[in-house]
Nanobody
Framework: QVQLVESGGGLVQAGDSLRLSCEASEGTFSNYAVGWFRRAPGKEREFVATISGSGDNTYFADSVKGRFTISRDNAKNTVYLQMNSLKPEDTAVYYC????????????????????WGQGTQVTVSS
């Protein structure tokens, strides 16, 4: 059973940066792809970014491409989401999620692939 804990959310102004962290309890974290999703008020949960277990394969939603980066440190069982040039429309609760993969290069933008979810961290961007 993998437990995920997000941190790093907060209130910032448009144009600022934030780095979210997702720490996992699993000892072999490199066996899991990790994704970030977000849910804005009144909207469904949407995909943001994903990274493979090895860290060599990443994919981003068009809405954050060029502004967000995702990385991981498997020695620390942690995945990071670096968010730059934040916009008010980035305001949401951000969730990290994980699923066990057969290949260290696998990842997914499909939320239904993910079996483990964190509790979420709020990101608010003021204009």
């Amino acid at each position: 059973q993998v437990q995920l804990v997000e941190s790093g959310g907060g209130l910032v102004q448009a144009g600022d940066s934030l780095r979210l962290s997702c720490e996992a309890s699993e000892g072999t974290f490199s066996n899991y792809a990790v994704g970030w999703f977000r849910r804005a008020p009144g909207k469904e949960r949407e995909f943001v970014a994903t990274i493979s277990g090895s860290g060599d394969n990443t994919y981003f939603a068009d809405s954050v491409k060029g502004r967000f980066t995702i990385s991981r440190d498997n020695a620390k069982n942690t995945v990071y989401l670096q968010m730059n040039s934040l916009k008010p429309e980035d305001t949401a609760v951000y969730y990290c999620a994980a699923y066990r993969t057969f290949s260290s290069s696998e990842n997914s933008e499909n939320r239904y692939h993910y079996g483990y979810w964190g509790q979420g961290t709020q990101v608010t961007v003021s204009s």
